[in-house]
C-alpha cells in the first residue's frame, strides 16, 4: 500500500469525465487500497480516482458508517434537499455550503463486479454525489453561484501559497 499525491484544481484530469472501470482484478483491488490509505491519511471522507490523476470512473468511501467501494457509479434516483458546508481534498478542504439533495441512492460495481445498489442520507448521501461528480468531471466549486466560487478558488490560491 502507499499513499498517493492528490491532484488539485485546477489540473485538467478533474474535469474529464471518467473511463469506466472494466477490469475487475488485484490490480484494482490494490489500487482501491492506496485511496483507502490516501483518503485517511488527508483525513478525508472520500476520493476519486481522478484525485490521484487516474481518469477512471472509481471512487473509495468511508462515511457516517458507510465504507464501500464503487466503481462505475451512478446516482439514480434523489429526495428531498440539504444545504450545508462542503469541502474537497482537491480544493484544499476549503469550505462551501452546497445545496444537494437529502436522500440518495447509488448504484456501482463493488471490487467483485457485481452490481450492488445502496440507499444514504444525509452527510453519506452528500458523499455519493460529491464522490460521483468527481467521475464525472465535476467538482463541487460547480454547483456553487459564480461568486461564491471564485471567493473559494481564490482562498484556496491563497493558502496553497502560504504552504
Ligand atoms: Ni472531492
Known amino acids: 500500500m502507499s499513499i498517493r499525491k492528490i491532484t488539485e484544481y485546477p489540473e485538467p484530469v478533474l474535469g474529464l469525465i471518467g473511463r469506466p472501470v472494466e477490469k475487475f482484478d488485484d490490480e484494482l483491488a490494490a489500487l482501491c487500497d492506496d485511496m483507502f490509505e490516501t483518503m485517511y491519511d488527508a483525513e478525508g471522507v472520500g476520493l476519486a480516482a481522478p484525485q490521484i490523476g487516474l481518469n477512471l470512473r472509481l471512487f473509495v468511501m468511508d462515511c457516517d458508517g458507510i465504507k464501500l467501494v464503487a466503481a462505475n457509479p451512478e446516482i439514480v434516483a434523489t429526495e428531498g434537499e440539504q444545504s450545508s458546508h462542503e469541502g474537497c481534498l482537491s480544493v484544499g478542504k476549503v469550505p462551501a455550503v452546497v445545496v444537494r439533495p437529502m436522500k ?44 461564491r466560487r471564485e471567493m473559494v478558488v481564490n482562498r484556496f490560491k491563497k493558502e496553497k501559497r502560504w504552504k
Open 104 to 147: 440518495a441512492r447509488l448504484r456501482a460495481q463493488g471490487l467483485d463486479g457485481e452490481w450492488f445498489e445502496r440507499d444514504a442520507e444525509g452527510y453519506a448521501a452528500r458523499c455519493f454525489m460529491h464522490e460521483t461528480d468527481h467521475c464525472d468531471g465535476r467538482l463541487f466549486i460547480d454547483h456553487l453561484p459564480k461568486l
